[in-house]
């Protein structure tokens, strides 16, 4: 019997009843045998970046965002675009990964959640570039669009489209099957 792999799930947004945090609530509630979720629940937590406080000892939020990823075989984001880039809190995230290695050679993809054609493509531009800074490994098959209309989601903040759930199940099972490769 082989072991779960632990995929970490990070939304990129604040806002509660967020299309990329509706994924992220989604993956966690169909993960496929052989996968264990983890959602990141700490975006807003996080202090400001700043590398003068980017060493020992690091704040506890970073501690904690670092301890997710450490512990996790894979990362899976959804992520928005707020004015044509990543949204502000979400890059602090991504700027608190930078000093650290947890991400190093890791395998991580994302779920564009935009309902728009071409909608988030410079977000995501942006976020495999600073990815590309930590070292991870971005696995490109398992990074796809899935359109998500407000009417997919249901009161419970959970994705209902049959079609988007099983992409969504799809990417987790691709990234859960490259953390197992990294870690062999």
Same mark, same amino acid.
């Given at each position: ?20 945090s ?11 045998d ?37 512990a ?32 190093? *050679?890791?395998?991580? $993809?994302?779920?564009?959640?935009? =309902?728009?054609? +071409?909608?988030? !493509?410079? /977000? ?41 759930? *099983?992409?969504?199940? $799809?990417?987790?099972?691709?990234? =859960?099957?490259? +953390?197992?490769? !990294?870690? /062999?």
């Open positions: 019997m082989t072991a779960n792999r632990r995929v970490l799930l990070i939304s990129g947004s604040l806002r509660a009843e967020s299309t990329n509706a994924v992220v609530r989604t993956a966690q509630a169909i993960a496929p052989g996968v264990d979720p983890v959602v990141f629940a700490g975006l807003g937590a996080l202090p400001h970046f700043n590398p003068d406080d980017d060493r020992e000892p690091l704040p506890p939020a970073v501690l904690e965002l670092r301890a997710a990823i450490e996790a075989d894979a990362v899976l984001f959804s992520t928005p675009e707020y004015a044509g880039a990543l949204p502000g809190s979400f890059k602090n995230l991504l700027d608190w990964t930078v000093g650290g290695v947890e991400t190093s *050679e890791k395998p991580v $993809a994302w779920i564009n959640a935009s =309902a728009n054609p +071409g909608g988030a !493509a410079k /977000a995501h531009e942006s976020l495999r570039t600073v990815l590309g800074y930590t070292g991870a490994e971005v696995v490109d098959s398992a990074c796809v669009r899935l359109g998500v209309t407000r009417d997919a989601i249901d009161g419970n903040g959970l994705i209902t489209d049959p079609a988007i759930r *099983e992409g969504i199940a $799809a990417v987790l099972t691709t990234l =859960a099957e490259a +953390g197992r490769l !990294a870690r /062999a």
